[in-house]
């Protein structure tokens, strides 16, 4: 059935840059926007960034200006470009979904930044 595939989560240093990607496959209808969550402490899910499968962008005022979304129509894929991390960014981060239909979720992708 439908799967989000994550990748490019990892260990990075302050300052340092990370690119993750989430592929959406199986059966889903039409894409209306993607994007990346992060957990919270008390286990919510808060928005990082999320594209329109049109183009529009929309970002945590926290990430604006060092980190860029963007999406493949092609592949049905979204990319997070992670720039001037900080540890603050460390965080579990989910990739979603929201066809015509329903919503999906990734299974999440660990972020840490730490010298």
């Known amino acids: 059935q439908v799967q989000l595939v994550e990748s490019g989560g990892g260990l990075v240093q302050p300052g340092g840059s990370l690119r993750l990607s989430c592929a959406a496959s199986?059966?889903?209808?039409?894409?209306?926007?993607m994007g990346w969550y992060l957990q919270g402490p008390r286990n919510q899910r808060d928005l990082v960034a999320s594209?329109?499968?049109?183009?529009?962008?929309h970002y945590a005022d926290s990430v604006k200006g060092r980190f860029t979304i963007s999406r493949d129509h092609a592949e049905n894929t979204v990319y997070l470009q992670m720039n001037s991390l900080k540890p603050e960014d460390t965080a579990v981060y989910y990739c979603?979904?929201?066809?015509?239909?329903?919503?999906?979720w990734g299974r999440g992708t660990q972020v840490t930044v730490s010298a």
């Open positions: 199986g059966g889903f209808l039409a894409i209306n926007n």
């Open positions: 979603y979904l929201d066809t015509a239909r329903r919503e999906y």
């Open positions: 594209i329109t499968w049109g183009g529009g962008a």
